[in-house]
């Protein structure tokens, strides 16, 4: 080669590699032109296609949760999704071992499964498949271009996808960080609706019914609970109450609790004892029927006739709440049965009291007594106990105020980790 030939074929290389650097740039222009994984996804296979002459390609992501690589497939108007195992075909081969692959007929290649060509009917023939690298050098997704126009993949078609893949694996990273960040900020926003429709579901405020003093809370654990407790007045001066908790937590316990909800509100009222136990077992029945076999819920129902003070009241696995009588240690309501959901018939045992002046009922679930401090010493019952014979003389709102207070005295920092729901009736 003479001294001219020699200077335009260097001339030619610098020209090659101004182009290389040139479409590079304007490669990572397109590429940060969206925060859309889907159409980002579009524009680096576009890229790709276009630099290196290639008829036709996929790009594959890896999901290392799944240990599989997927792409998105266009075709015609819909868009299909393609799956491979991790080492399995020739992408999924690249995505577990970094080597390139580039071949001129693919369909002798062992490896070639076709799953492109069967969505697609493309017909591959040459194929250039190779990794796509992040900063760190972990593999994140895989280039796979087929059929170069007038020719084969050369050195220069892996030199560009090596670069490109340099910006592309930043701007997807990018796409997916923002795709989190809307998905998470979504699913806040859900998350607070439910919270108001489920604190819309508890009553708004308590009875206020001459002679009685009522009070009650519920705090979540978290922006859903499985708490719920509820005042219901009936004809005659009754009065339908409960207390329950929901196994579990988040909105699957938010939907149980507001079917229970709206078969407490549904059911008639007969004002004899026999009848509170029949409406625990229909109760019991649609529970059973509206939930998984994992699920169950702990209930204390009662109904109170506020004119004599007789209480008839179902304790179906749940926490038995204290009752007081006046100057007399308190005694714990346990007749019953058990939680609900567990078996589709079952009868329940129906207790009895009676409500004088000066007595008072404190109902709760055991978010109460199981909150944990740092040493991961519980509330408990003792301290619970103690404290309502300290305090059982003040109003039913500063009691539950205070023991709310004991309580995060207790956790001393710690988060709640259970729901904490209580409720008090005085008889004044």
Same mark, same amino acid.
């Given at each position: 080669? +003479?001294?001219?030939?020699?200077?335009?074929?260097?001339?030619?290389?610098?020209?090659?590699?101004?182009?290389?650097?040139?479409?590079?740039?304007?490669?990572?222009?397109?590429?940060?032109?969206?925060?859309?994984?889907?159409?980002?996804?579009?524009?680096?296979?576009?890229?790709?296609?276009? +630099?290196?002459?290639?008829?036709?390609?996929?790009?594959?992501?890896?999901?290392?949760?799944?240990?599989?690589?997927?792409?998105?497939?266009?075709?015609?108007?819909?868009?299909?999704?393609?799956?491979?195992?991790?080492?399995?075909?020739?992408?999924?081969?690249?995505?577990?071992?970094?080597?390139?692959?580039?071949?001129?007929?693919?369909?002798?290649?062992?490896?070639?499964?076709?799953?492109?060509?069967?969505?697609?009917?493309?017909?591959?023939?040459?194929?250039?498949?190779?990794?796509?690298?992040?900063?760190?050098?972990?593999?994140? !997704?895989?280039?796979?271009? #087929?059929?170069?126009?007038?020719?084969?993949?050369?050195?220069?078609?892996?030199?560009?996808?090596? !670069?490109?893949?340099?910006?592309?694996?930043? %701007?997807?990273?990018?796409?997916?960080?923002?795709?989190?960040?809307?998905?998470?900020?979504?699913?806040?926003?859900?998350?607070?609706?439910?919270?108001?429709?489920?604190?819309?579901?508890?009553?708004?405020?308590?009875?206020?019914?001459?002679?009685?003093?009522?009070?009650?809370?519920?705090?979540? %654990?978290?922006?859903?609970?499985?708490?719920?407790?509820?005042?219901?007045?009936?004809?005659?001066?009754?009065?339908?109450?409960?207390?329950?908790?929901?196994?579990?937590?988040?909105?699957?316990?938010?939907?149980?609790?507001?079917?229970?909800?709206?078969?407490?509100?549904?059911?008639?009222?007969?004002?004899?004892?026999?009848?509170?136990?029949?409406?625990?077992?229909?109760?019991?029945?649609?529970?059973?029927?509206? #939930?998984?076999?994992?699920?169950?819920?702990?209930?204390?129902?009662?109904?109170?006739?506020? +004119?004599? !003070?007789?209480?008839?009241?179902?304790?179906?696995?749940?926490?038995?709440?204290?009752?007081?009588?006046?100057?007399?240690?308190?005694?714990?309501?346990?007749?019953?049965?058990?939680?609900? !959901?567990?078996?589709?018939?079952?009868?329940?045992?129906?207790?009895?009291?009676?409500?004088?002046?000066?007595?008072?009922?404190?109902?709760?679930?055991?978010?109460?007594?199981?909150? #944990?401090?740092?040493?991961?010493?519980?509330?408990?019952?003792?301290?619970?106990?103690?404290?309502?014979?300290? +305090?059982?003389?003040?109003?039913?709102?500063?009691?539950?105020?205070?023991?709310?207070?004991?309580?995060?005295?207790?956790?001393?920092?710690?988060?709640?980790?259970?729901?904490?729901?209580?409720?008090?009736?005085?008889?004044?």
């Amino acid at each position: 080669m +003479n001294t001219f030939q020699s200077k335009n074929a260097e001339s030619k290389l610098v020209r090659q590699r101004v182009e290389y650097l040139h479409s590079l740039i304007e490669a990572s222009k397109a590429i940060n032109s969206t925060l859309d994984l889907d159409e980002l996804l579009e524009i680096i296979l576009r890229i790709a296609l276009e +630099n290196t002459n290639a008829g036709a390609g996929t790009i594959y992501l890896v999901d290392r949760e799944k240990g599989e690589v997927w792409s998105r497939i266009s075709d015609k108007d819909e868009r299909n999704e393609i799956r491979l195992p991790i080492g399995q075909g020739i992408a999924g081969f690249v995505a577990k071992t970094g080597e390139i692959v580039n071949i001129e007929n693919a369909m002798e290649h062992p490896r070639f499964t076709g799953n492109f060509d069967k969505l697609t009917g493309f017909h591959t023939k040459s194929m250039l498949c190779m990794p796509m690298r992040n900063e760190d050098e972990q593999i994140i !997704g895989v280039f796979q271009i #087929m059929n170069k126009r007038g020719g084969v993949f050369g050195e220069e078609d892996e030199e560009f996808l090596s !670069g490109l893949s340099i910006h592309a694996t930043l %701007a997807i990273r990018q796409a997916a960080l923002h795709k989190e960040s809307l998905e998470k900020r979504a699913l806040e926003h859900e998350m607070n609706v439910a919270r108001e429709i489920q604190e819309n579901l508890l009553p708004q405020h308590v009875p206020e019914i001459q002679n009685y003093d009522f009070a009650a809370i519920n705090l979540p %654990a978290k922006a859903i609970g499985g708490d719920y407790y509820d005042y219901i007045m009936l004809p005659e001066n009754h009065l339908r109450f409960c207390i329950a908790d929901v196994c579990g937590k988040g909105i699957p316990a938010a939907l149980i609790m507001a079917t229970l909800r709206t078969t407490m509100h549904f059911q008639k009222a007969e004002f004899d004892a026999a009848s509170v136990g029949r409406l625990v077992s229909r109760i019991n029945r649609v529970m059973f029927e509206s #939930m998984p076999l994992s699920r169950f819920v702990t209930l204390f129902y009662g109904e109170l006739d506020l +004119n004599s !003070g007789n209480l008839f009241y179902v304790n179906a696995g749940h926490n038995p709440p204290y009752f007081y009588h006046v100057d007399e240690n308190p005694q714990q309501l346990h007749v019953g049965g058990m939680a609900l !959901g567990l078996l589709k018939e079952t009868e329940f045992q129906v207790g009895h009291v009676q409500m004088k002046a000066g007595d008072l009922l404190f109902l709760y679930t055991d978010g109460v007594t199981e909150a #944990m401090n740092s040493s991961l010493d519980e509330y408990g019952d003792e301290r619970l106990s103690l404290f309502l014979k300290e +305090n059982r003389n003040s109003k039913a709102e500063d009691l539950i105020n205070n023991i709310v207070a004991d309580v995060s005295a207790h956790l001393d920092g710690m988060q709640q980790n259970d729901d904490l729901t209580m409720a008090v009736i005085k008889r004044l």
